[in-house]
């Protein structure tokens, strides 16, 4: 565990992740397939999902890509994933990208992980711009964005191709160690 709060936990991906991370997948599909159609279509099926996590461990190791869970305190429940994601270690630059289980938004919990998660990329990662790229539409988005102090930089044109759309202009968000 990285961190514990009085409501929940951060965890790094770990092995035994498979089956609550398909539950998570299956109760969140709506709020998935827009924005994260990857991890909806490689989490479908319990045999999937340990694919996945096999996968994902592996470049949490090599430090390719970096997978979070979120739980509920003393829980094997997911209700959360943040993906500290398009590493590039010239430029010690990353991205964030995040969902959370319909039942436990609004609650702050993005909010914080994404404010723990960031000093632990600054410390531990020595990364030094952290990004998070949202559509305008994405209000609560926004707000983790703007809650953590990261600041908009700019709109990407085109930036983002979702399932069976044209493609979406987004919005950049920085953050850069103080």
Request: aromatic share 14%.
């Amino acid at each position: 565990m990285l961190y514990n709060s009085t409501l929940f936990e951060i965890h790094t991906i770990s092995e035994k992740d498979a089956w609550s991370i398909c539950d998570f997948v299956a109760a969140n599909e709506d709020r998935l397939k827009r924005y994260f159609p990857l991890t909806l279509e490689q989490n479908l099926t319990p045999d999937l999902a340990q694919l996945f996590v096999t996968k994902k461990v592996k470049e949490y190791n090599a430090k390719k890509e970096f997978l979070f869970t979120l739980k509920p305190n003393n829980s094997k429940k997911i209700i959360g994933l943040i993906y500290l994601k398009a590493l590039n270690w010239n430029t010690k630059q990353g991205e964030f990208a995040y969902a959370i289980d319909y039942n436990f938004e609004s609650k702050g919990i993005i909010s914080k992980s994404i404010k723990f998660l960031s000093q632990y990329a600054f410390q531990e990662f020595k990364l030094e711009n952290l990004q998070i790229i949202v559509h305008h539409t994405n209000i609560t988005s926004i707000k983790v964005a703007e809650n953590c102090k990261f600041t908009w930089i700019k709109t990407l044109e085109k930036e983002y191709t979702p399932p069976g759309e044209k493609p979406l202009n987004m919005e950049l968000y920085q953050l850069k160690p103080k």
